[in-house]
């Protein structure tokens, strides 16, 4: 029969699973339930905490088939690797861990007969995050300081957007549009320079300089906006309200731009 699964915040109901000392009805019916469950689910595996039973029992997937773990116990570990864990106790959240890459298992089966497995991969990972809950634990108990806090955000806003797709304050179209404005500020200060000037050649090479730059300003705004189009669908979570700048910013300094010009027409261009 599914069952529900638990779910973060409801704790574990028991510090240490029980083991499992005679195989009967009611531990029969556990196994059944979980392989019921795990297929309503689409997962890869389940302990028996997960659906609120304390004994020490995990189901995983393998090969297509269910390998029936009772009572394991992880002996022998080796190696480090850092994945992104999910888990249908944070359903929707996600976390960077690090566990061991290669392990080792002892288990029994339905007759108490010891059998030993070794794992790697995907797989150990599957196996160490199963054992986890036959400790009352989950993989929250692995994460760094850092990824702790992360994910203690993500559990706040119950979204893994909530973190990575957070609107940054600064982005690298900002050095183009950095760039552009020190151009108008050197066309601004020619154009105040020009009202000095009566040489007509001073004047021609002046308005050759503005024209030019003016040039190089329209190509590096060209730039800007397709760019800044691109970097701002990085972060989906505020798309809307980066479109709407890019676009304001854009025509901005086509107005400054255009204004320049027309005055540098007017007083430089002889």
């Known amino acids: 029969m599914v ?32 392989k019921d469950t795990i297929e309503a689910n689409s997962l890869d595996g389940l302990a028996a905490f997960q659906i609120g039973s304390m004994y020490n029992i995990i189901i995983v997937k393998k090969g297509g088939n269910f390998l029936e773990l009772i009572n394991p116990r992880l002996f022998n570990t080796s190696g480090k690797i850092t994945t992104t864990e999910r888990t249908a106790y944070f359903p929707g959240l996600s976390a960077e861990v690090t566990r061991h890459d290669k392990i080792s298992i002892v288990y029994e089966d339905r007759e108490f007969n010891q059998h030993s497995l070794k794992a790697e991969g995907e797989f150990s990972i599957l196996l160490q995050r199963k054992i986890d809950y036959t400790f009352g634990s989950s993989f929250i108990n692995k994460l760094s300081e850092k990824e702790k806090k992360t994910f203690e955000t993500k559990l706040e806003f119950g979204s893994d957007i909530a973190v990575s797709e957070v609107c940054p304050t600064t982005f690298k179209r900002d050095y183009i549009l950095k760039v552009i404005n020190i151009l108008m500020i050197a066309m601004a200060l020619l154009l ?15 308005w050759s300089y503005q024209l030019n730059t003016s040039l190089g300003i329209l190509g590096l705004i060209v730039i800007y906006f397709f760019y800044a189009q691109y970097e701002g669908k990085q972060f989906t979570s505020c798309t809307s309200c980066q479109i709407g700048n890019i676009i304001g910013t ?4 086509l107005v400054k731009l255009t204004l320049i010009m027309v005055v540098s027409f007017f007083l430089v261009n002889q």
């Open 3 to 34: 069952q529900e699964i638990i779910t973060y915040p409801t704790p574990p109901s028991v510090e240490y699973s029980t083991d499992v000392r005679v195989f009967n009805n009611e531990i029969s019916s556990i196994i059944d339930d979980l």
């Open 192 to 206: 105040a320079a020009s009202l000095f000037v009566s040489e007509e050649s001073t004047l021609s090479t002046m």
């Open 250 to 253: 854009t025509v901005i300094t």
